[in-house]
């Protein structure tokens, strides 16, 4: 059954704590992005990897780091240094990233900073 | 900079109207649009893409249409059913790689 994964659906995080969100595919594809959604506000794109080993800022950069290690993962960490990190975060992923391709979407995990 | 609009941010209709959701960009410099469904809670599902060399794509009782040279692109949702209660995001792919979003049109439809 190909798609993505997100866990953990839920995550709570206390002030001042790292923590990571995972995401994995397995439609053997290249590219994969990670996405920030807010009320009202739409997704802004928070980084995004086209190969292995390569990844680049996207918009909202600032406060978060990944890594692309595997062809099927991408795991994204927030760090303390996000100043307003509760939201709902969305993975996906391409077949390339050209731009010319269909985005699928992962169910999301829904962060909240207590 | 790409900004992408979404009109309107609610709509609420009766079982089996047709309606149209609209979309406008204001760069027409795009590689594609596509058109997502969001349900409450949950990630985004892909309806129809519209490479920028297209007119229009169809999928069952959805209808998008493009127009590069004006900037906008519609969804046509024939028949509507409860079913189709959701937020539908449209979404520009152009030359940086990256989507630009907007920010979507909460749609309910009543039985």
């Known amino acids: 059954d190909g798609g993505i994964t997100q866990s953990p659906k839920y995550l709570f995080r206390k002030e001042g704590q790292n923590v990571t969100l995972s995401c994995e595919q397995n439609l053997n594809h290249d590219a994969m992005y990670w996405y920030r959604q807010d009320p009202g506000q739409g997704l802004r794109l928070i980084y995004y990897?086209?190969?292995?080993?390569?990844?680049q800022k996207g918009d909202i950069a600032e406060g978060y780091s990944v890594s692309r290690e595997k062809k099927e993962s991408f795991p994204l960490t927030v760090t303390s240094a996000q100043k307003n990190p509760t939201a709902f975060y969305l993975c996906?992923?391409?077949?390339?990233?050209?731009?010319?391709?269909?985005?699928?979407f992962g169910p999301g995990t829904r962060l909240t900073v207590l | 900079k790409q900004e992408v609009t979404q009109i309107p941010a609610a709509l609420s209709v009766p079982e089996g109207e047709n309606l149209v959701l609209n979309c406008s960009f204001t760069d027409s410099a795009i590689y594609n649009l596509q058109w997502f469904r969001q349900d409450p809670g949950k990630g985004l599902t892909s309806l129809l893409l519209?490479?920028?060399?297209?007119r229009e794509q169809t999928s069952g009782r959805l209808n998008a249409s493009l127009d590069k040279s004006s900037g906008r692109s519609t969804l046509y949702i024939a028949a509507s059913q409860p079913g189709d209660s959701a937020t539908y995001l449209c979404a520009v792919g152009g030359i940086t790689d990256k989507l630009i979003f907007g920010t979507g049109t909460r749609l309910q439809v009543f039985p």
């Open positions: 990897s086209q190969i292995v080993n390569d990844f």
């Open positions: 519209i490479q920028s060399s297209q």
């Open positions: 996906a992923s391409s077949m390339s990233g050209s731009g010319i391709d269909t985005q699928y």
